[in-house]
Antibody, heavy 123, light 109 residues
């Protein structure tokens, strides 16, 4: 079955960096676009970034553009989120999510989500 | 402030029908078919309930349905059940981004 497992979260000081990973299994990872979505404590969902199935095309939310970078390694079935210059407002549970369709483009819907990893930005 | 507007809460008794609205603009909800709905129980990951405005993934009960009129999408739950108590989020494509609504808490009375 499809499984997504995030890791790499933790407590980090403002201005520092962190890299999240998402290990995928149970589906042909290299044929699906992937997303990162976050949720601040007690708040709603906020989309962070998407990457195409081959990694050549990616988009980031304005709130993280220039600070966060989504990437993937299809040989390792792993999705990444490099987070630099972290701010208090980046504190959230970060979910990786699989795009709905096996396609060269995006469906902008996610049918499988990981359980999330908590990132806390605090001094 | 969220990009898409949802009511903060909706409630209903078991067996009743409720509808959650999601209002955007013609640049998102009203401009294409990439509108989705997610259910999230406390402490759990979101679950896809509706995609492309009105399509149900396999395994989602048919009491969940989606529709759209102009710039407002709607999720209707017919025959409300206790397990439907959760938070619901709409999302829509907008200019190479994905935007979410602020979420609606559904309470089963």
């Amino acid at each position: 079955q499809v499984r997504l497992m995030e890791s790499g979260g933790g407590v980090v000081q403002p201005g520092r960096s962190l890299r999240l990973s998402c290990a995928a299994s149970g589906f042909t990872f290299r044929t699906y676009a992937m997303h990162w979505v976050r949720q601040s404590p007690g708040k709603g969902l906020q989309w962070v970034a998407v990457i195409s199935n081959d990694g050549t095309n990616k988009y980031h939310a304005d709130s993280v553009k220039g600070r966060f970078t989504i990437s993937r390694d299809n040989s390792k079935n792993t999705l990444y989120l490099q987070m630099n210059s972290l701010r208090a407002e980046d504190t959230a549970v970060y979910y990786c999510a699989k795009d709905l369709y096996s396609s060269d483009w995006y469906s902008w819907s996610s049918d499988y989500w990981g359980q999330g990893t908590l990132v806390t930005v605090s001094s | 402030q969220s990009a898409l507007t949802q009511p903060a809460s909706v409630s209903g008794s078991p067996g009743q029908s409720i509808t959650i609205s999601c209002t955007g603009t013609n640049s998102d909800v009203g401009g294409h078919h990439y509108v989705s709905w997610y259910q999230q129980h406390p402490g759990k990951a979101p679950k896809l309930m509706i995609y492309e405005v009105s399509n149900r993934p396999s395994g989602v009960p048919d009491r969940f349905s989606g529709s759209r009129s102009g710039n407002t999408a709607s999720l209707t739950i017919s025959g409300l059940q206790v397990e439907d108590e959760a938070n619901y989020y709409c999302s829509s494509y907008r200019s190479s981004n994905l935007v979410f609504g602020g979420g609606t808490k559904v309470t089963v009375l």
